[in-house]
């Protein structure tokens, strides 16, 4: 399975990605989480994505397709793997159609998962995701049993720089201008399936492995 996660900022692309990913036993290859790793790492990648992810900008395509082309080389790839996060601009959606010619191999799906945008911004502002195990959780619509703590580790839960209603709103302008061409890009190449993301989390998550499963 070589899938696509695609959806504004908050639209539940990370909480769907780890129910996919245990599912069909393919990398979770997340673009945001690479640069936050190496902005902890201290890292001159990740010094340099700070930069931007702060201003709810985009880090330069050159900078991210060097990394997910490394990436797709490893050998867990080889199976399959889901990009959740990548690409977000049409040069680098085309960056990866030539990575992937080159190693001779093509998507399967583009998942777009919709949700109106006014309920982006509460989505991503109440967001809380573990320090230890990284699950995602939400304040009011996903909260953990056990208050501030994770219920599946009980790491300490927290919220990430960029979930302020500031620069949630910024990203989300960014996806509209940047991201949301894509949905045409891949609708043309008969690979876009949409899903309802304003739903259940299960209910999405149901639909999502279903239709994955139709087509593999
Ligand atoms: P990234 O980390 O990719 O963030 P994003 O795309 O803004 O997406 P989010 O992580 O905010 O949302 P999500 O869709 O994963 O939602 P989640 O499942 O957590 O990117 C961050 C930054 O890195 C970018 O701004 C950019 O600077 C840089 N970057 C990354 N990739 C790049 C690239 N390719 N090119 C250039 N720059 C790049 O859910 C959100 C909340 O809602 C959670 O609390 C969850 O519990 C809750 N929730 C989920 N589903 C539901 C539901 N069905 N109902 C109710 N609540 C739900
Ligand atoms: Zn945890």
């Given amino acids: 399975m070589r899938t696509i996660l695609l959806g ?42 700070k930069i931007y992810m702060d201003q709810g900008l985009l880090v330069p395509d050159e900078l991210v397709v060097a990394i997910v082309e490394d990436r797709l080389k490893q050998e867990d790839c080889k199976n399959g793997f889901l990009l959740d996060g990548f690409p977000r601009t049409v040069p680098q959606a085309e960056a990866l159609d030539n990575a992937l010619v080159k190693m001779d191999i093509s998507l399967d799906r583009v998942i777009n998962i919709e949700v109106d945008k006014d309920k982006l911004v509460r989505r991503a502002v109440g967001r809380r995701i573990c320090k230890e195990c990284g699950a995602t959780y939400h304040l009011e619509f996903n909260p953990s049993s056990k208050g501030e703590l994770c219920d599946q580790c009980g790491g300490k839960l ?26 045409q890009y891949y609708q043309e190449r ?25 087509r593999s």
Avoid: C, W
């Fill in 190 to 214: 008969d690979l876009l399936m949409v899903i309802n993301g304003d739903q259940d989390i299960a209910i999405v998550s149901k639909e999502i492995v279903d239709a994955l499963g139709r």
């Fill in 8 to 49: 504004p900022p908050g639209a539940g692309k990370g909480t769907q990605a780890s129910v996919i990913v245990n599912e069909f036993h393919v990398p979770h290859i997340s673009t945001g989480d690479i640069f936050r790793y190496n902005i902890k790492q201290g890292t001159d990648l990740g010094k340099k994505a």
């Fill in 158 to 183: 927290y919220q990430r720089e960029d979930d302020t209603e500031e620069t949630v709103s910024k990203r989300i302008e960014v996806y509209l201008k940047e991201t949301q061409p894509l949905i």
